[in-house]
């Protein structure tokens, strides 16, 4: 019966893909045409039929075709916790002991040790796509009277988050906030969401603005080079891009943000992560690449071919037998 419970669900969600409008795109990150971008991966997480390429100019990875803007701001209103958490209400009963909100406390922990010689006395706050609020709720522990403020695309999360760290919390998307805000901030977080929006470089131009001198900036995302992800679960609709570390420093040198500090090894939580805390120079200078220069086209597509592969079920039923014997 799962079995088929599990087909049900994979057919639904490719249809649900297939129904959502697209467009093929230029690099986010070079801006390089569609010429330019090799065919890297043809499965993903939900079976929905994305398609991930790899830039042959600078060696960003990500979807193409893409759904448009519109269809995936609509996706992130109405259908983003349904595909990726048991609890689209984080009022629901068993949330506080899911493993999605245990695993967001642990994580604002871990972020937190990172980030705490950075936050002054009684900061301004922004965390961007804060979810449940585990973050604030963090530095509103250490920081009674810090100004925090979030934004978050799903309503009932916003609310929540807003009630459980007495912050201000708007449920809205990252590009809505930064239109209609008019405040500036000591600290801006935004973990796990800049491989989620279609401009990346541009949010960060614009999160840019809104800082405060001597604020920072915590970025938080996977690391497509990393050891501790394998499987086709990296690749699904929310992750449009995926950054290695150099590609997120070549990002940065595309804005009006200096590296300040790079955590490009395991993370304690998120162990497939990468972070950086990086700060604004209007004046900045050219950004040197870690690990030793660019990452090598031929062997970023084989790292990532080889970690993507589906499991071989035989293979993994067999272990099972042979480790219970």
Not at 129 to 140: D, H, K, N, V, Y
Not at 240 to 261: C, G, M, Q, W, Y
Request: glycine content about 4%; proline content about 5%; overall charge positive.
């Amino acid at each position: 019966m799962k079995i088929f419970v599990r087909l049900f669900k994979k057919i639904k969600a490719r249809i649900f893909y297939a129904r959502m409008e697209k467009a093929v795109i230029p690099c986010p990150l070079c801006k390089s045409p569609d010429s330019e971008h090799v065919q890297l991966i043809k499965h993903d997480r939900y079976s929905m039929g994305l398609s991930t390429v790899i830039c042959r100019n600078c060696n960003m990875i990500f979807t193409n075709p893409r759904p448009t803007e519109e269809a995936l701001k609509a996706f992130y209103q109405n259908n983003y916790r349904d595909y990726y958490f048991s609890y689209p209400d984080p009022k629901s009963d068993g949330f506080k002991d899911s493993f999605i909100h245990l695993n967001a406390q642990r994580r604002a922990k871990d972020i937190y040790k990172r980030i705490s010689k950075y936050v002054r006395e009684n900061p301004t706050v922004l965390d961007v796509g804060c979810g449940e609020g585990a973050l604030l709720e963090q530095i509103r522990g250490a920081y009674p009277d810090a100004h925090l403020v979030g934004c978050e695309p799903s309503e009932k999360y916003a609310v929540y988050a807003a009630e459980t760290s007495c912050a201000e919390v708007y449920a809205i998307d990252v590009d809505g906030f930064l239109e209609k805000n008019d405040k500036t901030f000591d600290l801006i977080s935004i973990s796990h969401v800049l491989e989620h929006v279609t401009d990346p470089i541009g949010i960060l131009k614009k999160l840019s603005d809104v800082l405060n001198p001597d604020g920072v900036i915590y970025i938080e995302v996977p690391n497509i080079l990393s050891s501790s992800w394998h499987g086709p679960g990296m690749f699904h609709i929310a992750h449009i891009t995926h950054f290695s570390p150099n590609t997120l420093i070549n990002a940065l040198e595309r804005t009006k943000l200096d590296l300040v500090e790079g955590f490009f090894g395991e993370h304690d939580v998120e162990k497939y992560a990468m972070s950086v805390v990086v700060k604004s120079n209007h004046n900045s200078k050219k950004l040197i690449s870690v690990q030793g220069g660019n990452d090598n086209f031929q062997k970023v597509c084989d790292f990532v071919k080889i970690r993507a592969k589906k499991p071989n079920i035989i293979k993994r039923v067999a272990n099972l037998v042979f480790k219970k014997n």
